[in-house]
């Protein structure tokens, strides 16, 4: 099998090898195997957004985690579709604020990663951060 053994607390990792199965063709030469299972799982519910950057769609999610994905040309928009259809989330802005009076951003954030306050009239709320987002 292609799995190497895991730590403890680790998923199985694959080797890049990839066993044919009882009765399927092997790949032909220069052909790309996936190997099997899911590469990354997680509950709709903890999709906090998506965004480009250099070629790949990046996933944020959790208590602001992410993964990063390199698309076949031409995917992401199925793939942006599905995660705007099955999750609260939405794809990421950007956004270079700087500091106001005393050093602070102007926004406060809960432990998962969303905005919970933003101070009126402060750079955040002027580039359009909300609660929530």
């Given at each position: ?14 080797s890049?090898a990839?066993?044919?199965p009882?009765g ?9 195997a ?5 590469l ?19 996933i944020f ?11 076949p ?11 705007q ?14 500091r ?25 709320e ?5 609660p929530g987002?």
């Open positions: 099998s292609g799995a190497l053994p895991a730590h403890p607390g680790e998923p199985p990792r694959n890049g990839v066993a044919t009882p399927e063709v092997a790949p032909q030469a220069g052909a790309v996936a190997p099997p299972g899911a990354f799982s997680c509950a709709c519910r903890d999709v906090l957004g998506w965004g480009f950057s250099e070629g790949r769609l990046e999610h959790g208590a602001g985690e992410w993964l990063a994905l390199r698309l040309h031409g995917a992401a928009p199925q793939v942006v579709a599905r995660l259809a099955v999750t609260r989330g939405c794809e990421v802005q950007q956004l270079a604020l700087p106001g009076a005393g050093g602070r951003r102007g926004f406060r954030v809960d432990p998962s990663g969303v905005v919970t306050a933003v101070t009126r009239f402060s750079f955040a002027t580039a359009g951060l909300r987002a």
